[in-house]
């Protein structure tokens, strides 16, 4: 089989194929045992420079491509929008042309704005990496999750991955809904009318099929892994939701135990202990994989600085 044409950006998941999310996805199973110290750093991209740009909150997305870039020997500015320019006024746009021109090789940028990392790919030369935009899309947090599945029930071909809680608002669930369809698994999306708009529906291009549910009790026993998400608070959701979504949509431990034996349960963080998700379900070590979904954060984005940075 060939290999696809290079990776000029990456910016979302929507529109990648199933070879190319594959051959991400090869790449990082070679870099696991280096992303968390069983092998030695691959260390092929010293002299490059990366730069950071995270003008919204991150704790694992910033952190993970930090340690990325630097097992991959590469050096990393990080830069936040409280102490960069952009508290006093400069764009995202002439933030990162500045960034070009002193030559930084790559570009990961994670804005509130969504599109800002298509603005960025439109007008820069550089390799530009979205570690989210508003709403839109979270591509390295929907390959870590697509890696994380395939290591916990091999193919996703046919399965059923329910994502529950606020859809409307997340990101994580649209590079989700993308890369899972492609690679051949249904998904279900499950929550209040007001958080899973009818319209996701027919977001993705299959194989795979999405539909809708508004009782997570009815799905529970049918799926094969279940995602669930924080209402996200930040993007003015679920406003007086909280006690009336955790006895609906919270995961505790009577709806885990009505899931098929090998199910698995994933969460992108930040949790919110209590609320989404019971802490004995998150720290169950039979059925959590919140934690290697972590891991594999590592790896993934290692195999996404190598590819961009290969040119
Ligand atoms: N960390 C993920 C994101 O940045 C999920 C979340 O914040 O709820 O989208």
């Given amino acids: 089989m060939s290999s696809p044409p290079r990776l000029p950006h990456l910016l979302g998941l929507e529109g990648l194929d199933a070879p190319r999310i594959e051959e991400l996805l090869e790449r990082s199973r070679l870099f696991l045992p280096a992303a968390v110290g069983h092998a030695p750093p691959p260390g092929h991209h010293a002299h490059r420079m990366v730069a950071n740009l995270f003008f919204e909150d991150s704790t694992r997305t910033r952190s993970s491509f930090?340690?990325?870039?630097?097992?991959?020997?590469?050096?990393?500015?990080?830069?936040?929008?409280?102490?960069?320019?952009?508290s006093k006024g400069e764009t995202l746009l002439d933030t990162a042309l500045n960034l070009q021109a002193m030559g930084f090789d790559a570009l990961v940028v994670r804005t509130a704005a969504s599109g800002g990392p298509h603005l960025l790919a439109a007008?820069?030369?550089?390799?530009?990496?979205?570690?989210?935009?508003?709403?839109?899309?979270h591509p390295t947090q929907g390959l870590l999750d697509l890696l994380t599945l395939q290591k916990a029930l091999n193919s996703l071909q046919g399965r059923v991955v329910a994502i529950v809680g606020d859809i409307a608002n997340s990101r994580v669930a649209r590079s989700d809904i993308h890369g899972l369809t492609a690679l051949g698994a249904d998904v279900v999306l499950v929550g209040p009318p007001t958080l899973v708009p009818a319209a996701l529906r027919s977001i993705a291009d299959g194989p795979g099929r999405v539909w809708i549910e508004h009782d997570l009790d009815r799905v529970l026993g049918e799926v094969d892994a279940l995602i669930t998400l924080r209402v996200q608070m930040e993007r003015a959701a679920g406003t007086g939701l909280a006690g009336d979504?955790?006895?609906?949509?919270?995961?505790?431990?009577?709806?885990?135990?009505?899931?098929?034996?090998?199910?698995?349960?994933?969460?992108?963080?930040?949790?919110?202990r209590g609320q989404e998700i019971e802490s004995l379900v998150a720290d169950d070590p039979t059925r959590s994989v919140i934690l290697q979904q972590v891991t594999h954060g590592?790896?993934?984005?290692?195999?996404?600085?190598?590819?961009?940075?290969?040119?």
């Fill in 66 to 86: 930090a340690r990325a870039a630097m097992l991959l020997g590469a050096k990393v500015v990080d830069l936040l929008e409280s102490g960069s320019s952009a």
């Fill in 123 to 137: 007008h820069l030369r550089k390799p530009i990496v979205s570690a989210g935009d508003g709403r839109h899309e």
């Fill in 245 to 272: 979504f955790r006895a609906m949509y919270g995961l505790n431990t009577f709806r885990a135990g009505r899931m098929k034996p090998h199910a698995v349960i994933m969460h992108p963080g930040p949790m919110n």
């Fill in 298 to 311: 590592v790896a993934v984005r290692m195999a996404v600085l190598d590819a961009l940075l290969a040119s």
